[in-house]
């Protein structure tokens, strides 16, 4: 849940030393000596993690699933997850990518990222594993052998899968929902 | 362009054309692809082809009469039902007229709603009110069809008083999720168990009220169904002079990037998970969870209706029986839903080729021959008035370059498709959202631009406060053109406007006019496009001109402002009328001059400011005087009576009677019927006026 406030830390921990502090290192003492900025992201906005380009890149790897993207079999522990997360993290961070590839990277860190937010958290994994299961990725990938028919018959599977989880998640109105409505139902269901 | 394929659902398509799917998974890749035509095969009405003249056969549909009737049909029997059903609507408006397009896109709509649905006691509500010609053949309306949009037979529109079937009347767009709201909370409230179902269309989508419904469903969580009849048609009448007009508005691209991503929905039921855990107690905690949870994961996935609050399903085929009712099935017996959105893609004028190809996509038809699609146009040595406003307006706006149109998603209806082709860059739809259209022109100009807000007379009710407050209280210099002033025709009260003297007349800083003909309307627009300090408006009727010569390169000249003018200099009764009602006074004139009498006519022109002299003179040398206007009580007549009698010009001998639309609602019908069922008819002038003559006798002549 923490996706947009995780990064901005993440980048500050793992900014190396070298990038930030190798003037200020070197003219020694406490006095802030203005040092030459470098302007991360080249002066643009970051890519937004929220932004739909980024993130529907990342939801629709042409190379795979976000096992793929980390390298890990399916069945990895979460250790492994984020073992293989920092590798990969460290190697396409911006800071340390070469410059002419800085934008490429950051894409692929950004897709990592997003790979490992899920993957990290078992409750999102195991949504995440059902939904590589029915097959829907291979839908909303960029793989499609035929589009005009995967349009139309993409739509059926689609609300298939809505109406599936409409009925799923309205077992019964919890404890939790007091809406207008939700207290309504009780009440006439409980009177009845 | 790819080359078109050829895919076949089931042995009843063929070939036919779909414009571009709605929906484009594409866009889940991030790549842009180019949009390939999706060619489906659809259903026609024969295998041939043909399109029948004489009435066609129907053996199914002769079958059912109420929707009970087709509880135990087949899927394929009911199939068979929509292509019957579609062909019975394509022969009957070819014989009245009426909204043609918008009934063929959802045939199978209708037939799955009432298949899988109980009306009466299941509220369906049809927010376009023409498209329920369909809707109106299966509940025990058939026969009475042929008599669509007349006088005394069936309204174009769902009316509550014609059908317990009909379960809200709309004529304006964008009411009915806020109708089905109220029925599902009273349903809630009184522990009923029928279902509530809505159908509105894109178009719709673009009027605020509909959003304000959407976020109350959401809030409320009422179970109630809302059906998104998405075709892509967001203007009227669908196409300007020179084609299809491209969806107008954000809204419309934000409705084709429709997508559901299923990770990022799964998400945000975990996170509701983890915000239930906190506490039931703690419902505001938990609700500001959600909250976040929700912002934090929208942006990409969620979709502008899950964030209000409901339950998205969709994109769906709109012209699969099948699927839609397998959904509505499913959604009808899922018990605690709260407010669930379906997103059907249908096309305009879908299953009758002519309808298809138009630009139009026959949204408003005269009569036709169903063979050929030909519409049968009467001629008429004049144009309508809409069109010489049209003319008027282009001609001011050559002269002056300030001059800009707005109207709200009616480019036909109110000419200014003219205007758009002449003047592209200064004619502004805003879609179905006079409210915004209203400020919009206040703003405009606030930068010293001089706005003409083309808005009909009814459809501009909604966008009162906006006149009231953001127009008229600032004395901004807002033109309104109120087309469809006074009574309508066959599209009955919703669409009638009465009102529009009344509650423009009341405001302290507008000038009130109208035109008695076409000349004066191009004078009228000349006047408004001068008149720079303070805001001010004209209406004119439905219909066209009487033939007077028009001013040279359609430029009229302005008028003094609040000065009439008389017609014809008579003696002992005056007849002072506004607008329209000034061509009804002459001919009253001409029936009174029969029987001896000759009558002084004058037009008014301006209910505010009043012309005081002529009003006074005409109180000085006559003993009645009676106003005549097309509009209800508070107009013209009200306005004359308050300067009299502040004048003492009522403490003489004068009589004065006013002649307004009677209060009650006028029916659909012929223009001359309703005219008489209000009793402005010439007639009826006349045998007023002998009547408060004391000649009783030649009232009665006159009558009968």
Known sequence: MNAAIAAPIFLQSLSSPTASSGPAASAGGGSSIPRRVTLLWGGRAPPSLRSPSTRTRAAARSDGTFYDLLGVPASGSSGDIKKAYKELALKYHPDVSPPDLAAEYTQRFIEVHEAYETLSDPDRRALYDDHLRSGLHVLLSGQRLDEEVDDLSGWRSQWHDQLAKLKQRSKNDSEGNLSWGARMRKRWAESS | ?704
């Open chain 2, 1 to 704: 362009m790819a080359a078109p394929r050829l895919i076949c659902f089931s042995s009843h398509f063929k070939a036919s054309s779909l414009t571009q799917p709605l929906f484009d998974l594409r866009l889940q890749t991030g790549v842009f692809k180019p949009r390939r035509r999706l060619y489906v095969c659809a259903s026609l009405l024969s295998d041939s082809g043909e399109y029948y003249s004489q009435r066609p056969p129907t053996p199914l549909l002769d079958t059912v009469n109420y929707p009970i009737h087709m509880k135990n049909l087949s899927a394929k029997e009911l199939k068979q039902l929509a292509d019957e059903l579609r062909s019975d609507v394509i022969f009957h408006v070819s014989r009245t007229g009426g909204h043609l397009g918008s009934s063929l896109g959802v045939v199978e709509l209708t037939v799955a709603l009432h298949f899988v649905f109980n009306a009466p006691q299941d509220k369906i509500l049809w927010d376009v009110g023409h498209q329920s010609y369909p809707h109106k053949i299966l509940t025990g309306r058939r026969d009475k069809m042929p008599t669509l949009r007349q006088t005394n037979g069936l309204s174009g529109f769902t009316k509550r008083s014609e059908s317990d079937y009909d379960s809200f009347g709309t004529g304006h767009s964008s009411t009915t999720i806020s109708a089905a709201l109220g029925m599902a909370v009273g349903r809630d409230l009184k522990g009923k168990k029928n279902h509530v179902v809505a159908v509105i269309g894109d178009g719709a989508m673009t009027a605020g009220q509909a959003y304000e419904a959407l976020n109350n469903a959401g809030y409320l969580d009422s179970n109630m169904i809302v059906i998104l009849n998405d075709n892509k048609q967001v203007s009227l009448p669908t196409a300007s002079l020179d084609g299809p007009i491209p969806p107008v508005g954000a809204l419309s691209s934000a409705l084709s990037r429709l997508q559901s991503s299923r990770p990022l929905r799964e998400l945000r039921e975990v996170a509701k998970g983890v915000s239930k855990q906190i506490g039931g107690s703690m419902h505001e905690l938990a609700a500001k969870v959600d909250e976040y949870a929700r912002g934090m994961i929208s942006g990409s996935g969620s979709t502008l209706f899950e964030e209000l609050g409901l339950y998205y399903i969709g994109p769906v085929d709109g012209h699969n029986v099948d699927d839609l009712v397998t959904i509505l099935e499913e959604v009808k017996e899922t018990k605690t839903t709260g407010p669930v959105l379906i997103h059907v893609v249908t096309e305009k004028g879908r299953g009758y080729p002519y309808a298809e190809r138009a630009a139009d996509k026959y949204h408003g038809v005269g009569k036709f021959d169903p063979a050929t699609g030909q519409q049968f146009k009467s001629s008429s040595q004049t144009q309508s008035f809409t069109n010489y406003f049209a003319d008027a307006l282009i001609a001011e706006a050559e002269a002056d370059r300030n001059i800009v149109a707005i109207h709200a998603a009616m480019g036909g209806g109110t000419g200014l498709n003219y205007f758009l082709r002449r003047f592209p860059t200064r004619c502004f739809d805003v879609g179905i959202a006079e409210q915004h259209a209203v400020t919009f022109a206040a703003g405009l100009a606030c930068e010293g631009l001089k706005p003409f807000c083309a808005i009909y007379s009814s459809f501009l009710q909604r966008a009162y406060d906006q006149v009231v407050h953001d127009v008229d209280l600032q004395k901004l210099p807002v033109r309104f053109a109120m087309d469809r002033a006074g009574l309508v025709g066959a599209d009955g009260p919703t669409h009638c406007g009465a009102f529009d003297v009344t509650y423009m007349a009341c405001l302290p800083n507008m000038i009130v006019m109208a035109p008695s003909d076409e000349a004066e309307l191009f004078h009228m627009v000349a006047t408004a496009a001068a008149i720079d300090d303070r805001p001010s408006c004209l209406r004119y009727p439905r219909g066209n001109g009487i033939g007077v010569p028009l001013p040279a390169g359609n430029k009229g000249v302005p008028l003094e402002i609040g000065k009439g003018r008389i017609m014809i200099e008579g003696e002992r009764v005056a007849l002072l009328g506004y607008g329209a009602a000034v061509q009804s006074c002459l001919a009253a004139a001409s029936i009174i001059e029969q029987h001896g009498l000759r009558v002084t006519v004058a037009d008014a022109r301006f209910c505010k400011p009043l012309d005081h002299a002529l009003i006074q003179n005409l109180a000085k040398h006559h003993e009645v005087l009676i106003t005549v206007e097309e509009g209800s009580i508070g107009g013209f007549g009200s306005h004359v009576a308050q300067f009299m009698a502040l004048n003492g010009l009522l403490d003489s001998t004068i009589k004065w009677r006013p002649l307004v639309l009677p209060d009650r609602y006028i029916d659909h019908g012929a223009p001359m019927d309703q005219l008489a069922e209000a009793g402005l008819t010439p007639s009826h002038i006349a045998a007023t006026v002998f009547n408060i003559l004391g000649q009783t006798r030649e009232a009665l002549e006159i009558m009968s």
